[in-house]
């Protein structure tokens, strides 16, 4: 091949090579802010508090024992039921005391007799020594009988209505209006006073007059007071009343190393019973602290992070701060350290954001 022909080879591969070549990509845009609603941390009053296990007990509860001995031969009321004040609950067998009542009664009428003729004998001895018919001695004898009769009557009459004031024990009843306890006896059992087995019938318990006993660790002795707001909660955590201590224990347990503290629940619709067992949130203090939406909290690996819209240039990023958290305060957390009043905390889209990411905050 020649020196032209090769020439021409050259200069067509050339031109073939420089068809082929693409233009150059245009340089990549800055990646869109994203729109994101943000609060201001502000300072609100967070109340110091602690949550402790109470006791919820009534301020007036009776213990039904027997006074009297017997076989229980009727029971009027089942546990759970309300009765009124003076309303029987249950009968002891009442037939030996009714026997003693009627012997009483016998004895002091057979006693009366003796007076009634003792009394008519003294008159009758004092107008015939008047007359001198009779002896000073004779006359003197028919006033000691009479004394006597009628100190024999006297301790009749006693022991009469005592035997019949003991009938009022076999019925026993209500002492105030309240909610039966449980009943472990039964139609037919032998009851007694002194007996360990039988003494306790059931209980009596007012359920609109109820009071929370809670027991606080004895460091915070420097701290508990009269007038402690507390929080009775539900099942749910949810506080269902609000009242405060009305008493302080001037000691401590020495079981269980706890003050004793008592609040009275005034509430009669929430359901709770003697011995119930619930929580109770006991205020120590309140204090201005920052706040953020529970909303704007996110966990990783336990520990709590919320976003923040820092200035960056002419926009701003999102920021990842760690965060130390208190307690709740109705929708948002109190904040211990990790924000300052002013930041703005991004309350919305929180997980597709990532750090440093641009974001267009709104109100």
């Known amino acids: ?66 006074q009297v001995d017997g076989n229980l031969i009727r029971i009027n009321v089942h546990s759970g ?50 007359a001198g018919v009779t002896s000073r001695d004779a006359n003197d004898q028919a006033e000691q009988s009479f004394r006597n009769s009628k100190a024999s009557y006297e301790a009749a009459i006693a022991s009469r209505q005592s035997q019949e ?47 929370a006993y809670i027991f606080v660790p004895a460091e915070r002795a420097a701290e508990v007071r009269m007038g402690l707001p507390v929080e009775i ?30 609040a009275p629940v005034h509430s009669t619709t929430l359901m709770l019973r003697t011995a119930q067992i619930v929580k109770a949130r006991v205020t120590w203090s309140t204090a201005p602290a920052p706040v953020v939406p529970v909303l704007a909290v996110s966990r990783i690996g336990g520990q709590a992070f919320v976003f923040v819209a820092q200035r960056a240039g002419n926009g701003y990023v999102a920021h990842q701060a760690a965060v130390q958290l208190g307690d709740t305060q109705g929708n948002s957390y109190s904040v211990l350290s990790g924000l300052q009043p002013g930041d703005q905390v991004i309350v919305s889209g929180v997980q597709m954001l990532a750090e440093g990411a641009p974001v267009q905050p709104m109100s």
């Open 1 to 66: 091949m020649g020196t032209r022909a090769r020439s021409s080879a050259f200069l067509a591969m050339v031109a073939l090579t420089a068809g082929c070549t693409r233009p150059a990509p245009p340089p990549p845009t800055a990646m869109q802010a994203m729109p994101v609603n943000v609060v201001p941390v502000v300072m609100e009053p967070v109340a110091k508090t602690d949550t402790y296990v109470a006791t919820i007990k009534s301020r007036r509860s009776a213990t039904i024992q027997p």
């Open 81 to 130: 039921d309300h009765v009124e004040r003076g309303q029987v609950l249950m009968e002891i067998d009442p037939q030996k005391q009714v026997a003693l009542v009627q012997s009483a009664k016998a004895t002091e009428q057979q006693l009366l007799a003796v007076y009634q003729y003792n009394e008519v004998e003294v008159k009758r001895q004092q107008e015939l020594f008047q």
């Open 165 to 211: 004031a003991q009938l009022q024990y076999y019925k026993l009843t209500a002492p105030f209006a309240g909610v039966v306890g449980d009943i472990p006896v039964h139609v037919g059992d032998y009851v007694s006073p002194t007996s360990t087995t039988s003494a306790l019938l059931t209980t009596v318990d007012d359920n609109t007059q109820l009071e």
């Open 233 to 262: 909660l539900g099942a749910d955590g949810s506080a269902i009343e609000s009242t405060r201590v009305d008493f302080v224990s001037p000691e401590v347990d020495n079981g269980l190393q706890g003050i004793l503290l008592k």
